[in-house]
């Protein structure tokens, strides 16, 4: 099992709707949790940091953290052909030494 | 203020040979990170420091791989007697502090060996 696992992808989805993208991780001890955009060829850019259960919002985009369940999710509301990007979770965690892991990241596609 | 910056952007070379990249953290973060970033892949840590504590370097994937931190600031990622399969993008990105802060990430510089 991969410590952070996110769908591939590609996502597809019209202008103006809801992206929701999903992100799993095996450790428990993760304390820290991280959506980054990235363009193709170009570097990550954070969108959005998530520490405790619930929902953070900022703008149109809405984390989603389940430590439970061992889950986080973003959504992306109003979608724009902008946002097409892929999308890459990360988790902080230090158990055992401190480590950030990456999921592969997940390509959406807004399409106009 | 200035980001993070990395040199050079793109580095060709033969196999056989050492190369060296620099990153240059932004001013005050303590955090320095190193990642690989194959085509089309995730990111794949390699390396980090905070502060003047030893670093973590479980990631580095063969003893080829060095990288040194001077002054808790300038980092500079060594690969000797690369091989093909090391050819990837290299990124740096750095950090107020570890585990809760934002990565800051540099542009990267794209390794190519022949």
């Known amino acids: 099992q991969k410590e952070v696992e996110q769908n591939s992808g590609p996502l597809s989805v019209p202008e103006g709707a809801i992206a929701s993208l999903n992100c799993t991780y095996s450790?428990?001890?993760?304390?820290?949790f991280f959506w980054y955009r990235q363009y193709s060829g170009k570097s990550p850019e954070l969108i959005m940091s998530?520490?405790?259960?619930g929902d953070k919002e900022d703008g149109r985009f809405t984390a989603q953290l389940n430590k439970a369940s061992q889950y986080v999710s973003l959504l992306i509301r109003d979608s724009q052909p902008s946002d097409s990007a892929t999308y890459l979770c990360?988790?902080?965690?230090?158990?055992?030494?401190?480590?950030?892991?990456f999921g592969a990241g997940t390509r959406l596609f807004v399409k106009a | 203020g200035a980001g993070v910056s990395q040199s050079p952007s793109n580095k060709v070379t033969e196999k056989g040979k050492d190369v060296e990249l620099r990153c240059d953290p932004i001013?005050?973060?303590?955090?320095l990170y190193w990642y690989r970033q194959s085509l089309g892949q995730g990111l794949e840590f390699l390396i980090y420091?905070?502060?003047?504590?030893?670093?973590?370097k479980s990631g580095l994937p063969s003893d080829r791989f060095s990288a040194e931190r001077t002054g808790g600031s300038v980092s500079t990622l060594t690969i000797q007697r690369t091989q093909q399969e090391d050819s990837a993008v290299y990124l740096c990105?750095?950090?107020?502090?570890?585990?809760?802060?934002?990565?800051?990430f540099g542009p990267g510089t794209r390794l190519t060996v022949l």
């Open positions: 990105a750095s950090s107020p502090d570890y585990l809760t802060d934002t990565q800051y």
């Open positions: 998530i520490y405790s259960n």
């Open positions: 001013s005050g973060h303590t955090a």
């Open positions: 990360a988790v902080n965690s230090n158990t055992g030494g401190f480590k950030t892991i």
């Open positions: 450790d428990r001890g993760s304390q820290s």
């Open positions: 420091f905070q502060g003047n504590s030893a670093p973590d």
